[in-house]
């Protein structure tokens, strides 16, 4: 199984967009995908249609209460995609593994030798804490979302020092599958010019698919759904279908099951 996590620490840049719709678009392909949130807040289970009742076991069970990935993982109305939900409990796994030798590798113990999946999706939150540091030691690659905002770039260099440290820590073979633009508006000149900077400091790393700001990816949670299931030919569904088509050209293939 390769494990994407999809981590920034500022809220609200579209991590949870992003895991929810490039996930399903995966699903579609074809990949037999899990989406596992790792988020107190729990935005991508709602947004699967996992309402916080039927979430009877979670992320924080398979983090701090030893439960397996097969045990707290529940399917979604999409074929191919399921999802690992996260509730608020989830908030004090940080406090709770603290004192624990493998505070930062929990993750990565439960994820290995796991079958079900050809690929795993984290939804992290926004931070840089404990949680995002078990992603980032139990992921492959991670893959950044960046709002195209003025402070875009600073953000990303903190990320960046994460990374490094986590790569020679915990997990040498960490790789960044790319950055993807989100919340674009054509209309707006800064934007434009954050894009432009980001292409020109990071090169290939960033996508050539880019996020527009899209009212139907911000709608669709409120029904549970997907953006692409929702409404998959408006303008965000469809990038993040491209995103998808890219994501898949640049992961290793001989990893997906058969
Ligand atoms: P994060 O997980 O990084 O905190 P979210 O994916 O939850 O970010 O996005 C934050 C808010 O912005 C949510 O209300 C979401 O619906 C909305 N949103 C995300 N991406 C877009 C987009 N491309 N266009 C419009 N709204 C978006
Ligand atoms: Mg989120």
Redesign the pocket.
Known sequence: MICVAIA?Q?????????AINIATAMAAAGWKTLLLDL?PQG?ASTGLGLPSSMRTHTSYDLLVEGASVDDCTFPTSIPNLDVLPATVDLSGAELELVGEEDRAERLRGRLAGHRGHDICFI?CP?SLGLLTLNALTAADTLLV?LQCEFFALEGLSQLLQTVERVQGRFNADLGIIGIVL??FDRRNRLTDQVADDVRECLGKLVFDAV?????R??EA?SHGLPALVYDHSCA?SRAYMALARELIGRLPQQRKAA
Do not use: A
């Open positions: 920034n500022k809220g609200g840049v579209g991590k949870t967009t992003t988020d935005n939804d926004p979302p989100t919340m996020i527009p700001r899209n009212v990816l911000s949670p965000g």
